[in-house]
């Protein structure tokens, strides 16, 4: 049934998907996890992050003077 309604929602695109078995399809491997097994590295890691206080200010210092950013803004400022 889950198989039906993808093919459905992809037969008007034009589409090449390719089996990838095992340990050879890593990607899909690291999105499969259980939620509850990562939970507690994600938990574990934010607890141990320390902020700056000036993170936040150095950060957008740093957008200010990057020229790609700026360029990205442009291009989505004309499109609107």
Known sequence: MRQRHWL??????????Q????KANVVADALSRKSCMIAGIKHGYW????IERDLISRIKEAQKEDNE????????????
């Not at 089996?19 to 095992?22: A, K, Q, S």
């Not at 950013?69 to 609107?80: F, G, H």
């Open 69 to 80: 950013i700026w360029t990205i803004v442009e291009n989505l400022d004309k499109q609107v």
């Open 47 to 50: 607890a141990s992050l320390r």
């Open 8 to 17: 459905e929602l992809l037969k008007d695109y034009d589409t090449n998907i």
């Open 19 to 22: 089996y990838h078995p095992g």
